[in-house]
């Protein structure tokens, strides 16, 4: 009998390893997953072989920037908020196995992707976070950007309604040329850890 449950317990943990070395599978109408990104880093470790001089001065030098534009938090009723990002990228380079990171805030339950971009191939929640696979990032047109919107229910406990809040992050394999705009907050009024911190990408908002 032990032997059967140890054997049940190996299997489970080898389909998992094997799960997350997998592409993920997905019908196009709920891409959440237990699966791994799967992404294969297409730019070198030593990516400044990738900068070339110029035969008529100055360099060409591997760079994205990639971006949040917008990053929106609205009631969706009476007890439920929406989060809407927009991302994008542009300067000379692709970004590459482009990500998303949402931190979702404290104490709510009843989360879901309501609308994703089709580039969007796959995302995951784990806890507090939803990672967003966003794919390579073109430097112009409509491959250059990525959307998601995201609905979750607003706080349970008295004492945790009026502090929902959110952030986001947003990177690539391509070396950013400008990272400060890579990170958006969103933060409720009523929330204090701010009071001698505010970063350029902070937004602070009631509802």
């Not at 390579?136 to 979750?152: C, D, E, F, H």
């Not at 850890?193 to 937004?203: D, Q």
Request: net charge negative; aromatic share 8%; charged share 20%.
């Amino acid at each position: 009998m032990k032997n059967k449950i140890t054997g049940c317990i190996a299997l489970v943990i080898i389909f998992f390893a094997t799960a997350c070395n997998n592409p993920i599978p997905t019908d196009g109408n709920n891409k959440d997953s237990i699966y791994c990104c799967n992404d294969s880093c297409t730019i070198r470790n030593d990516y400044c072989a990738l900068d070339n001089e110029l035969q008529n001065g100055g360099y060409e030098v591997a760079t994205a920037d990639i971006r949040i534009d917008s990053f929106i938090v609205q009631k969706d009723g009476i007890d439920h908020l929406l989060l809407y990002v927009h991302v994008s990228s542009n300067n000379d380079d692709d970004a590459h196995e482009a990500k998303l990171v949402v931190l979702l805030p404290t104490d709510v339950c009843d989360v879901s992707v309501i609308n994703i971009d089709p580039e969007i191939k796959s995302y995951k929640q784990c806890g507090g976070r939803i990672e967003f696979c966003l794919g390579q990032l073109a430097t112009s047109g409509i491959n250059s950007m990525r959307y998601v919107t995201i609905r979750t229910g607003m706080a349970k406990l008295t004492q945790m309604k009026g502090k929902e809040s959110f952030a986001g992050f947003v990177y690539s394999s391509t070396p950013d040329m400008c990272p400060l705009n890579n990170y958006r907050a969103w933060v409720n009024d009523s929330v204090s850890c701010y009071n001698n911190f505010t970063p350029a990408a902070l937004v602070k908002k009631g509802f």
